[in-house]
């Protein structure tokens, strides 16, 4: 019987996830790319895991070790650039490169700090996405506000995931230093592959909420927030409430902070700072309250379908629709309609007669 590895199973499930994002008429997006090439990381780190571990093919090990270091810049840069107006020029990331150059060139003259070095670069760029997580969702910015909080929460996954890999190698030292590595091959191969998977299905939840369009003026410097609205700050969310009425923003599916802030030629934080003092909710949540409230009208005066409603109101995934739907009314669009329907159900049209009546005058005149 063929031995199948669950690291393959894992890197099957990945490659359809990559298949899937690409298939997507924005999939190829330049703001897209650093995610499409994260989750092509953890597919091929995924085959190594099963090769190596799978098959004990051990010269497989300095390409685990590269490709880890690769996987911990990349997510990095795929999260940091939600945070951005612009897109991050590729000369600017080249810096993020070193640490799987180093990795390398430790690997060919000198192993023995490999693990250390590799242990340390995850715990900076957990570290780092943390740090990146501290204004909450609203510090997303290029992220589409219908799926800011879901790629929040990915952010936070991964960050996490970057620190508990960097715990289970101290772990696997420690085992090493204990029992010769004993349970070594159980703590990498049932570790990775829990943490690729959830790696994998992060990183395509924040590609997908992500908004295509991109700016060439410099991410804003973060301000910290005050703990009561000032006169500016009740300016600012009158001038967006009028905006959010009048122009109706909210129904634009790929809407976010940065695209907002443009309109009102401010800076993001600043409106977000004002948003969050004034309204004490987050963007996202306020422009939500918005489609909601305009989806709850659209509910009680019309027979639409739920789910053309759902776009007519600038949402595009159907549970961010019901978990926002819940999180406004405390019920489901459904119950909301059967309970608040004001308009009568639709009646058929009376039948045509079956016979028109005879013109009064012929239409054409005989010569």
């Known amino acids: 019987m063929i031995f199948v590895p669950l690291p393959f199973v894992v890197t099957l499930l990945l490659a359809i996830l990559l298949v899937r994002m690409v298939r997507q008429s924005d999939g190829l997006a330049p703001e897209r790319r650093p995610f499409l090439i994260l989750i092509g990381l953890y597919a091929l780190q995924s085959v190594l895991l099963g090769l190596r571990w799978g098959y004990d093919i051990i010269a497989l090990m300095p390409g685990q070790a590269v490709l880890a270091a690769l996987i911990a810049a990349f997510a990095w840069i795929s999260f940091s650039n939600l945070a951005r107006d612009n897109t991050l020029s590729w000369l600017r990331l080249a810096p993020h490169l070193l640490p799987a150059a180093v990795v390398l060139v430790l690997m060919i003259f000198w192993r023995g700090p490999v693990g250390v070095f590799i242990t340390a670069t995850f715990t900076a760029y957990g570290a780092a996405l943390f740090w990146l997580a501290r204004h909450g969702p609203d510090g997303l910015i290029s992220s589409r506000l219908d799926g800011a909080l879901l790629s929040y929460r990915s952010l936070l996954i991964t960050a996490a995931a970057l620190l508990a890999s960097a715990t289970a190698d101290i772990v696997i030292s420690f085992d090493f230093y204990r029992t010769g590595g004993a349970h070594a091959g159980a703590v990498v191969a049932i570790g990775n592959v829990i943490s690729l998977l959830a790696l994998g299905t992060a990183a395509a939840i924040a590609s997908s909420s992500q908004s295509t369009e991109s700016a060439s003026s410099p991410p804003p410097q973060p301000q910290p927030p005050a703990p ?37 030629n401010l800076p993001v934080r600043r409106v977000s700072i004002a948003v969050n003092r004034v309204h004490e909710a987050s963007v996202s949540q306020y422009v939500n309250d918005f489609r909601i409230r305009a989806a709850c009208r659209m509910l009680e005066t019309t027979d639409e379908p739920v789910t053309r409603l759902m776009f007519d109101c600038g949402f595009i995934s159907k549970s961010n629709f019901n978990r926002e739907f819940l999180r406004v009314t405390a019920t489901s669009p459904t119950e909301y309609r059967r309970r608040h329907q004001t308009r009568p159900v639709s009646q058929k049209p009376a039948p045509e007669p079956e016979f028109l009546p005879a013109p009064q005058q012929p239409l054409f005149m005989s010569p």
């Open 228 to 264: 009561s609205p000032t006169e500016e700050d009740g300016a600012i969310a009158r001038s967006l409430d009028e905006l959010m009425q009048s122009r109706e923003l909210y129904r634009d599916p790929e809407l976010n902070l940065g695209r907002i802030a443009r309109r009102m």
